[in-house]
């Protein structure tokens, strides 16, 4: 069964820093790990992407950008989501996602969004001024 679980999620304030972890089902060699998000601005935004088996650059949306990190660990399934900086824009609900895709990110995060096969439950971030 293809899961993603994100055991939480969390608050800081502006500035500030949290980080998202989501462990994966499954072998990450053969997919494309991603995090989106949800803010009262827009209904689905692309955070960051990273190839599960390639050593590509990863990829982030313009408003994370400098900001946020991405990160995997094969021998764990998981993937990271470091987020420094933090600002109210920011909040919002944050899903780890993942195309299988052979293992690495073909697609800009605008399309991969529209071509995920499998998303976590999501996880509350609070940023406050």
């Known amino acids: 069964q293809v899961r993603l679980d994100q055991p939480w999620g969390g608050s800081a304030p502006a500035g500030g820093s949290l980080t998202l972890s989501c462990k994966a089902s499954?072998?990450?060699?053969?997919?494309?790990m991603a995090w989106f998000r949800r803010t009262s601005e827009k209904e689905r935004e692309g955070v960051a992407a990273i190839d599960g088996d390639g050593d590509g650059r990863p990829v982030y949306g313009d408003s994370v950008k400098g900001r946020f990190s991405i990160s995997k660990d094969k021998a764990t399934n998981t993937v990271t989501l470091e987020m420094n900086n933090l600002n109210p824009e920011d909040t919002g609900i944050y899903y780890c996602?993942?195309?299988?895709?052979?293992?690495?990110?073909?697609?800009?995060?605008?399309?991969?969004?529209?071509?995920?096969?499998?998303w976590g439950q999501g996880t509350p971030v609070t940023v406050s001024a």
């Open positions: 499954f072998n990450l060699n053969a997919w494309c």
């Open positions: 996602a993942a195309e299988e895709s052979g293992g690495y990110c073909y697609k800009d995060l605008l399309t991969l969004g529209n071509t995920l096969d499998a």
